[in-house]
Structure formats: structure tokens, C-alpha cells
């Protein structure tokens, strides 16, 4: 594939010219799956972006980034325009780097086990915070993936529930890669009957409103399948060079 250098210009008018069509096309899935395009949410999703891009994309009205690394949103974070824009953390996150980001996003997307959640809710509690968090969920039981197994899930659920420093606030999942759309609609569909399953059961603590799952190549069947907010980065600010 050949690499084009695209001018600084160039590529804030990318950003602008691909928000807009991004959010055309989450309006349009939200509007066919029977809800309202703002109950759908647009994250731009950040990594390896470099602060000038991602202001460009908060002007343009996004109001939510992701990261996925704890270093590299530290270091960014002071040179990114965030008055009005929320951060979460996407990424894998290590126990040892909890008491860094505790108090530093708004959300974590990646709790993934005990150990973590409870590592979260006492740095929480020290600090007098309460963390709002997603659970992930390794929907497709794949070997090498992050997040908990679907049959481990609900006791996960329970046991943060008990916890005082974090608050579950939904699910958020990476399915398989997969060309099959009829697949990736079975992972999706599923996710979204765990989560009303969940909802059903109203927990105490645990406010099951935000199902996070859809990135470039499937934001839309994920919000045909129920998600509420997509996590959206080669399609807003082109492919990513490490
Ligand atoms: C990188 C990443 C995304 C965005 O992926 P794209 O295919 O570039 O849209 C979404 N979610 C997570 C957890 C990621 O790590």
C-alpha cells in the first residue's frame, strides 16, 4: 500500500470531512433500530493519534476520546483540549498502573477481574473517588483475548457490586475478527442479551445503561444489535503508524 504524506491541512480537513460522515451513518443505524441518533455515542478512539489531530476532532464536536494505554494518555493529556470532552480508558489495563489513572478518566472500559475491580475501588476509596467502569466481556472465549468469559460473568458482576469505589455502568466488548456479518451478528446479539440480562436483575450498585461495542469496520451492526456507544479510530483519523 503506498503511504502518502498527507499535509497537516490535509488531514484536519479528513477529520472534519470523516466526523461528519461517521455520525450521518450512527444516526441512520440508531434511527433503524428504533432509537434517537443521540442515543447512540460517537468515542474517538485516540491511540498513537497525536494531540493536534485529536483537537481537531473535539472542534468538530467530539465530546468523548478513548485511550488505551495509561502512559500514553498521561502524556498527552495536558496538551489535549478536554473542557468539554470526556476520556476513558479502552485498553488492557495492569494492576500496578491503577493508582496512576484512578481520578485521571471518567471511565474505565476494561475491567476484566476481581483483582483488577478490586485494585480500582480501594486506590477509589483512598482518594474518595467512585470509578465508573464497563465490564469487558471476551464474547467470541477466545484464548489470546482480554476480558472475562461469559460464563464467569455474572459473579464478576456480583462481586464488584459489593465494591465502594467503582460502579459498574455496563458492558463493552471486542468480538472476534471476522468477516461474516451473520457471525459477528451472533457475538453482538449475544452481548446485548447479557446486558438486558444484567439490567434485569437490578442490581444494587450497578446501573446497567452503556453497552460499548462497534469499531470502524462494524460500528453500524453493532448499533443494529444494540450498542450505545461505538469506539470509532481508523475510520476518523486514518490508519494508525506505530
Ligand atoms: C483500537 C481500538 C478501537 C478502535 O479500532 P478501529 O478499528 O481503529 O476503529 C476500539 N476499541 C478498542 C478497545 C481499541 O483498542
Redesign the pocket.
Known amino acids: 500500500m503506498k503511504m502518502e504524506k498527507l499535509s497537516i491541512e490535509e488531514r484536519f480537513s479528513d477529520i472534519d470531512y470523516n466526523v461528519s460522515v461517521i455520525k450521518e451513518r450512527i444516526a441512520e443505524a440508531a434511527i433503524k433500530s428504533g432509537r434517537n441518533e443521540n442515543e447512540v455515542r460517537l468515542m474517538a478512539?485516540t491511540?498513537t493519534v497525536e494531540p493536534v489531530f485529536i483537537n481537531r476532532a473535539i472542534k468538530n464536536g467530539i465530546d468523548l476520546i478513548?485511550e488505551?494505554k495509561v502512559q500514553e494518555f498521561l502524556g498527552k493529556k495536558d496538551f489535549l483540549e478536554l473542557s468539554d470532552c470526556e476520556a476513558h480508558l479502552?485498553?488492557h489495563l495492569q494492576t500496578n498502573k491503577v493508582r496512576q489513572i484512578v481520578g485521571q478518566v471518567s471511565m474505565i472500559q476494561s475491567v476484566d477481574s476481581a483483582k483488577l475491580a478490586n485494585e480500582i475501588s480501594k486506590r477509589g476509596e483512598a482518594a474518595g473517588i467512585v470509578t465508573p467502569c464497563l465490564v469487558e466481556v471476551n464474547i467470541g472465549d477466545e484464548e489470546s483475548k482480554t476480558g472475562i468469559g461469559f460464563d464467569e460473568l455474572f459473579e464478576l458482576v456480583h462481586e464488584i457490586s459489593a465494591l465502594k469505589g467503582m460502579k459498574i455502568c455496563g458492558l463493552m466488548t471486542?468480538p472476534p475478527i471476522c468477516d461474516d456479518m451473520a457471525m459477528l451478528d451472533k457475538y453482538f446479539s449475544k452481548m446485548h442479551r447479557l446486558f438486558i440480562d444484567i439490567k434485569d436483575k437490578k442490581l444494587d450498585n450497578v446501573d446497567m445503561s452503556i453497552l460499548s461495542m462497534g469499531?470502524?469496520?462494524d460500528y453500524e451492526r453493532a448499533i443494529l444489535n444494540g450498542s450505545n456507544l461505538v469506539?470509532?479510530?481508523?475510520?476518523l483519523f486514518g490508519h494508525r503508524i506505530y
Do not use: L, P, Q, W
Not at 231 to 235: C, D, E, L, S, Y
Open positions: 478512539v491511540k478513548g488505551n479502552i485498553g471486542i469499531m470502524s469496520s469506539r470509532v479510530g481508523t475510520a
